[in-house]
């Protein structure tokens, strides 16, 4: 005879249950990073610095909305004439500095977040699962030893 739990005890299993899946939710909706968006084009080395200075920037050219402009590169050591991707913050004016498109920090995306939470989620239901099945087996266990 296995052994019943209370309304209570199953109410209280379930809000844990339910508020771990509220916070998995939240986490999953939550902003992925920073919220400026950038734009990623292709700019030419126009003036290669050396690495072991303390101003070692390269300088480059790309062309935004028809305008060619140039800005410092946060890296070093590329050769003159080289094609480099870069990503370029939404506000250009004045002078400004940009990244290795492939170094620029990026948003989560949806679908790596969603997976995240599935696999926490279904964690977690193993994890009960398994907490009642062990339950039950030492209900029976005993019911048996009588």
Known sequence: MAVRLSPVRWAL??????????????ALWWP???SAEVRRVAATVVAPASCGGS???????????????????????HQENEVVDIAIPADTSGD????????????????TRLAAMLVCLSGLAGGLY?????RQTQ?????DAV
């Open 13 to 26: 299993i379930l809000l844990v249950i339910g508020l771990a899946g509220v916070a998995a939710a939240g």
């Open 55 to 77: 101003d070692a920037y390269d300088r480059v050219e790309f062309k935004i909305d028809d305008e060619t402009r140039t800005a410092r590169l946060d890296g070093c050591g």
């Open 96 to 111: 400004f500095m940009v990244q290795v498109a492939d170094s620029a920090p990026v948003k989560v995306p949806f679908e």
């Open 32 to 34: 992925g990073g920073s």
């Open 139 to 143: 209900a029976t266990a005993s019911a």
């Open 130 to 134: 398994a907490h009642l099945l062990g």
